[in-house]
């Protein structure tokens, strides 16, 4: 072997290396998060934690039936009011979106994305808890306005993957246009939007900043949208920044459950994309 | 050019210019498509043959900055009239392009029906007969009628081209353009659209866009040959390929340029 032969050989194996080692690390430290939760939190899983209600502080028992409804709930909403929203925005961008609205809209939806959820907590927290008062429906709200940017951009990016002799093929085959972009290009890109959905819907699962001071938690069972509402992630923050070790115990639990929601979504995405692979090519 | 007579007269073109914004890509090109034949159009890439043929079904003015002059018509109407819809129009011209673009989301008996559907055809025994007629006369039935159920994209390139011309046929169009039908498939593909184009002009009226001379040559009636937008020289097929008119003409049908 030459000598440049050999440095390439060795340059290309120390690449190797390094790559797989940073890898190693991405999946350790998550593995390490995952063990440490089902470490401390596993053994409080139990019946009661998943029905019953939590107990007055210093006392033992009690569950967060409450918070798991709770999340349910106000994450439904969420997704009610801003898949729509969402997907009706990213068919638009992708399929007429070639003006200067479009830009206007494109541009505002990046910054969006980008903006700390906190601000639109506060947001929500202006507009609907100020004039009001604290409910579960501001908090589906705020998390609805943080889910719609994401799924506009996926929507956008998935539409956008349909090839444009689909398009024509509808179009001369007498197809209206807006019957071609909801017959054709949405459905073949589908799969897609699908999997953008459902990660977009994890994401906001865990979020706690925008429910603090809009769904503000609740001790109670409660099922009214009207009222303040109790979810997995502000049960987490009461209980892990509150003086008792029963609380502590209760609050690794209830990250496992969360953690467990979000994971069960992220493996329903997945199905999503091998039904895509599946079924297109 | 002479057509017969008596053959009756079914698309023309007269006078048509295509842009793309200010560029002309077809220039004041006037042809006339008798009914019942098939017609060619050759000419280098870049001729605007392809661009001439989205013309006459309107789906040129769909392209970014596309618009036309000039006037198409179609049994003495003209397609480009302010009251007519593009979209009813394209019911009554079916078009099939380069690559076959089977609807990935259809099965077979979807695609083919696709056509009929948006026409608001629902009732399941009339879509059963059309779906048979159309993939018999693109000469897919045999190999289709079992698996009508299963994914279009089952099928191989050459069948899925010949599934596009059975979803063009199904609403029953008066006129078929096809845009470099066997571009991307084999010979036996080609042999077998080509065999089609045979069978299908006692039906219907087929322009037929494609870069193989020796294709026009063997399916053709009639042919054109464009040359930078412009139409050099139309005529009947055999006349136009063994004494053409027009030294371009012959320097691009005898292999001297193109």
């Known amino acids: 072997m030459t000598a440049r032969g050999l440095r390439r050989h060795l340059t290309s194996g120390l690449m190797t290396g390094l790559v797989a080692l940073l890898s190693f690390l991405a999946v350790v430290s998550l593995l390490l998060i995952l063990g440490?939760?089902?470490?401390?939190?596993?053994?409080?899983?139990?019946?009661?934690?998943?029905?019953?209600?939590?107990?007055?502080?210093?006392?033992?028992?009690?569950?967060?039936?409450?918070?798991?409804?709770?999340?349910?709930?106000?994450?439904?909403?969420?997704a009610l009011i801003g898949l729509p929203v969402g997907i009706g925005t990213g068919l638009y961008l992708a399929e007429y979106g070639s003006g200067r609205l479009a830009w206007v809209v494109r541009f505002v939806a990046d910054v969006m994305n980008g903006t700390p959820s906190i601000v639109i907590g506060i947001f929500a927290w202006t507009w609907l808890v100020r004039p009001w008062h604290f409910s579960a429906l501001a908090g589906g709200v705020s998390l609805a306005i943080l889910m719609v940017p994401m799924i506009a951009r996926t929507t956008e990016e998935m539409v956008r993957l349909v090839p444009h002799s689909l398009r024509e093929a509808a179009l001369a085959l007498g197809y209206p246009r807006w019957r071609t972009s909801l017959r054709i290009v949405a459905r073949t890109a589908l799969a897609g939007i699908v999997t953008g959905c459902l990660v977009g819907v994890a994401r906001i699962a865990g979020e706690t900043a925008p429910l603090l001071f809009t769904a503000l938690g609740n001790l109670n069972f409660s099922t009214s949208i009207l009222q303040p509402m109790q979810t997995l992630s502000l049960q987490i923050f009461t209980y892990a920044t509150g003086p008792f070790d029963e609380w502590h115990r209760l609050a690794w639990a209830a990250a496992l459950v969360l953690m467990g929601l979000v994971l069960l979504l992220g493996v329903a995405a997945r199905w999503a994309i091998r039904q895509r692979h599946g079924t297109a090519r | 050019m002479a057509p017969p007579a008596d053959a009756r007269l079914r698309l023309e073109t007269l006078r048509l210019t295509a842009l793309y914004g200010r560029r002309a890509v077809v220039k004041d090109v006037s042809i006339l498509f008798p009914a019942h034949t098939v017609s060619a159009v050759i000419g280098p890439?870049?001729?605007?043959?392809?661009?001439?043929?989205?013309?006459?079904?309107?789906?040129?003015?769909?392209?970014?900055?596309?618009?036309?002059?000039?006037?198409?018509?179609?049994?003495?109407?003209?397609?480009?009239?302010?009251?007519?819809?593009?979209?009813?129009?394209?019911?009554?011209?079916?078009?099939?392009?380069?690559?076959?673009?089977?609807?990935?989301?259809?099965?077979?008996?979807?695609?083919?029906?696709?056509?009929?559907?948006?026409?608001?055809?629902?009732?399941?025994?009339?879509?059963?007969?059309v779906v048979e007629r159309a993939l018999r006369q693109a000469a897919l039935w045999d190999e289709t009628k079992d698996r009508l159920r299963h994914s279009a994209l089952a099928l191989s390139g050459g069948q899925q081209q010949r599934l596009c011309i059975a979803r063009a046929l199904a609403p029953q169009p008066e006129v078929l353009l096809l845009d470099e039908p066997t571009a991307s498939l084999d010979p036996a593909g080609t042999q077998h659209i080509e065999e089609l184009c045979h069978e299908l002009k006692r039906l219907y009226t087929i322009v037929i866009?494609?870069?193989?001379?020796?294709?026009?040559?063997?399916?053709?009636?009639?042919?054109?040959?464009?040359?930078?937008?412009?139409?050099?020289?139309?005529?009947?097929?055999?006349?136009?390929?063994?004494?053409?008119?027009?030294?371009?003409?012959?320097?691009?049908?005898?292999?001297?340029?193109?």
């Not at chain 1, 440490?36 to 967060?64: C, E, H, M, R, Y």
């Not at chain 2, 036309?68 to 009251?83: E, M, Q, S």
């Not at chain 2, 050099?232 to 049908?253: D, H, K, N, S, W």
């Open chain 1, 36 to 78: 440490d939760l089902i470490a401390k939190g596993a053994s409080s899983l139990d019946w009661n934690f998943f029905t019953q209600n939590p107990v007055p502080a210093g006392q033992s028992g009690g569950g967060v039936a409450n918070a798991i409804v709770g999340t349910l709930i106000i994450v439904g909403l969420a």
């Open chain 2, 209 to 258: 866009v494609t870069h193989n001379m020796q294709q026009a040559a063997r399916v053709s009636d009639y042919t054109a040959f464009f040359y930078l937008g412009d139409l050099i020289e139309v005529g009947r097929t055999e006349v136009l390929f063994t004494r053409p008119a027009q030294e371009r003409t012959e320097a691009y049908i005898t292999g001297r340029f193109g």
């Open chain 2, 45 to 129: 890439s870049g001729c605007g043959k392809s661009t001439f043929l989205r013309c006459l079904n309107r789906m040129h003015e769909l392209s970014e900055g596309g618009w036309v002059t000039g006037r198409v018509l179609l049994d003495g109407a003209d397609i480009y009239d302010d009251g007519l819809d593009p979209v009813q129009l394209r019911r009554r011209i079916g078009m099939v392009f380069q690559r076959p673009t089977p609807f990935p989301t259809m099965s077979i008996y979807d695609n083919v029906a696709a056509g009929l559907r948006v026409n608001g055809h629902r009732s399941r025994r009339e879509l059963d007969e």
